[in-house]
């Protein structure tokens, strides 16, 4: 079975310009999450999806913003990008219900000139 | 406010040699726990996890955990370091809730860097 895939692997936009990453969970997984991870430190939880909807935000400023669609995937958008949004994006997917670990794929390196 | 927090920011064993990494958590009720391995550029594999029951779990490629409520941790441990295992850790937590709502927002340490000498 296919893990959690990332799209693209490698990314190198500027300042001032908009991204958007693209996650696709693993079959039967219906929870996305995503994380960021700068160089040298733990990832960092951005938001939580299900069903489309929002179930959890971390502390990270409107430029990000996400979305979830009915066949599960998801899409991290980040505006207005900053040197320091420079990190490895992290998608992770899981069962929403019951004692089920998060999976990741191997991530999105995007690198703000 | 809840925080993993992993000592070590930097381990070096030699090939055959016991591994023990440190895993403290602060929070207000018991979490699930995880151990995660991390490649250079890859993503994050998961090595074991605690729910709940036997606080000795036992995890993939050798490695084991032992939870200790009394002490706030959750430290890795392998009996046998493999060149292979040169790699980054991370310890993360997420507070248990049985509607499910928080299984998304793991909490993460800082991660220990691993390195093997043969």
């Known amino acids: 079975d296919a893990g959690v895939t990332q799209s693209p692997t490698h990314l190198i936009k500027t300042r001032g310009q908009h991204v958007t990453l693209r996650c696709s969970p693993i079959?039967?997984?219906?929870?996305v999450s995503w994380y960021q991870q700068v160089l040298g430190q733990g990832p960092q939880f951005i938001f939580q999806y299900y069903e489309k909807e929002e179930r959890g935000r971390g502390n990270f400023p409107d430029r990000f913003s996400a979305r979830q669609f009915p066949n599960y995937s998801s899409e991290l958008n980040v505006n207005a990008l900053l040197l320091g949004d420079s990190a490895l994006y992290l998608c992770?997917?899981?069962?929403?219900?019951?004692?089920?670990?998060?999976?990741f794929g191997d991530g999105t390196r995007l690198s703000i000139l | 406010a809840q925080s993993v927090t992993q000592p070590d920011i930097h381990i070096t064993v030699s090939e055959g040699a016991s591994l023990e990494l440190r895993c403290n958590y602060s929070y207000g009720a018991t979490p699930y726990l995880f151990w995660y391995v991390q490649s250079p550029g890859q993503g994050l594999q998961l090595l074991l996890k605690y729910f709940s029951g036997d606080t000795l779990v036992q995890g993939i490629k050798g490695f084991e955990a032992e939870f200790k409520r009394s002490q706030s941790s959750f430290n890795l441990r392998k009996p046998s370091v493999h060149w292979s295992d040169a790699a980054e850790y991370f310890c993360a937590v997420v507070l248990a809730n049985a509607g499910g709502t928080s299984y998304g927002k793991l909490t993460f340490g800082q991660g220990t860097i691993l390195t093997v000498h043969p």
């Open positions: 079959s039967g997984h219906k929870s």
């Open positions: 992770a997917s899981s069962y929403w219900q019951g004692n089920q670990p998060q999976h």
